[in-house]
Structure formats: C-alpha cells, structure tokens
T-cell receptor, first 114, second 113 residues
Framework: DVKVTQSSRYLVKRTGEKVFLECVQDMDHENMFWYRQDPGLGLRLIYFSYDVKMKEKGDIPEGYSVSREKKERFSLILESASTNQTSMYLC?????????????FGEGSRLTVL | DQQVKQNSPSLSVQEGRISILNCDYTNSMFDYFLWYKKYPAEGPTFLISISSIKDKNEDGRFTVFLNKSAKHLSLHIVPSQPGDSAVYFCAASDQTGANNLFFGTGTRLTVIP
C-alpha cells in the first residue's frame, strides 16, 4: 500500500515562530503536494512539486515555502507563523504529471498558532 | 472563485437508504472527476472517479453520475451504512492532470443507524 507519512499530527506554535512540516512517501511518486483544509473552504493547494528541487505555487502560497531535496520528501515551511495559518495541513503524492488526478494523502497535521 | 461547488454542507440519511451527494462545476475544460472520502483525523482517501467520456461509473455500493451539459455530478451510495459517515469531497481535473485538481468544500454525510 502507498504510504504518505506526515511527521507531526498536532502542533502548537506561537506567532512568529518558524514551522516545519515534513512529509515522506514510499511509492516513488513524482508529484507531491501540500494542501490546507479549512471549514467551508475545502482543500486549497499551497504548493506542489513534480520533481526533486522543482516547485510550483498553488492557489495560496503566500506565507509558505517548500523544499524538495529528495524525491520521497516534501517539506512545508512557515517562515513566521501567524494565527491565520491555524489549519489542517495535508500532504499528498501522485504518479506522473499526466496522471488522472488520484492523490494519496497523509493523515494530516493540525497546526494551531497562538 | 470556486470552480467546484458542493452546495450541501451536510446530509443525514437512514441506514439502508440511498445517499445522494451533489457537485457542480463551472469549468468546461474539466474532463476527469473524483470523489474522496475523509474521516476525522485522517487524510482523504480516493473513492471513485469518472472520465468525461462516460456518464456513469459504478463500484460496488458507489455510483457516480456525470451530466456534462449541466456541469453536474453526483455520488450515490446504496445502501448507506453507518461506516459511510464521513466528509465527501468532489474534485475535478483538466487535461494537465493532477497539478490542477480542484476540490469542492465537502459534504458531511451522517448515516443514522
């Protein structure tokens, strides 16, 4: 089975702190994604990566950056956390760029910024 | 602007009855549609999909219907079971693939025993 593992299920951080969310997938997928899920807004794409060291902005990249140094690992970075970044963060991976859209999600990381 | 809309935030159904979850989209370039199911404290899991060349796809108790002219799709669950209680997300993709996967806001289904 495909496994996408997010390093932290729950985090509580203070405003202004730097936050790292880590994601690892074990199926050699080319594409990796970071979404945030908020009530009434669904899943919104923050960043995605289709190859090592490659990244593209999604719908809501402001306040976030990403890093993909190895194919299996995709990190989301909040340089200076703010309260409006309190959310559920979901990492996902998929096959090639021309894949039909099926994503494999991790269990999510619930971040609270105080 | 939301390109994929799920106008019903919640739905309650008796066990054994049919659940119908609806989804509308605005972009005529979408050609592949998916439904994901999400339990609390878990990531979404893929449930069923349909290509725009079809109008129906069935997998066990789950059937997705696509009406391209109305830009509408629906997920039917028959019979509904308490374990189906979850949030269901509709998603759509255009020909560029997974990089452009647009999600709806979700519908919380509660199946009452």
């Amino acid at each position: 089975d495909v496994k996408v593992t997010q390093s932290s299920r729950y985090l509580v951080k203070r405003t202004g702190e730097k936050v790292f969310l880590e994601c690892v997938q074990d199926m050699d997928h080319e594409n990796m994604f970071w979404y945030r899920q908020d009530p009434g807004l669904g899943l919104r794409l923050i960043y995605f990566s289709y190859d090592v060291k490659m990244k593209e902005k999604g719908d809501i990249p402001e306040g976030y950056s990403v890093s993909r140094e190895k194919k299996e690992r995709f990190s989301l970075i909040l340089e200076s956390a703010s309260t409006n970044q309190t959310s559920m963060y979901l990492c996902a991976s998929s096959w090639t760029v021309r894949s039909t859209g099926e994503l494999f999600f991790g269990e999510g990381s619930r971040l609270t910024v105080l | 602007d939301q390109q994929v809309k799920q106008n019903s935030p919640s739905l309650s159904v008796q066990e054994g009855r049919i659940s119908i979850l609806n989804c509308d989209y605005t972009n005529s370039m979408f050609d592949y549609f998916l439904w994901y199911k999400k339990y609390p404290a878990e990531g979404p899991t893929f449930l069923i999909s349909i290509s725009s060349i079809k109008d129906k796809n069935e997998d066990g108790r789950f059937t997705v219907f696509l009406n391209k002219s109305a830009k509408h799709l629906s997920l039917h669950i028959v019979p509904s079971q308490p374990g189906d209680s979850a949030v269901y997300f509709c998603a759509a993709s255009d020909q560029t693939g997974a990089n452009n996967l647009f999600f709806g806001t979700g519908t919380r289904l509660t199946v009452i025993p």
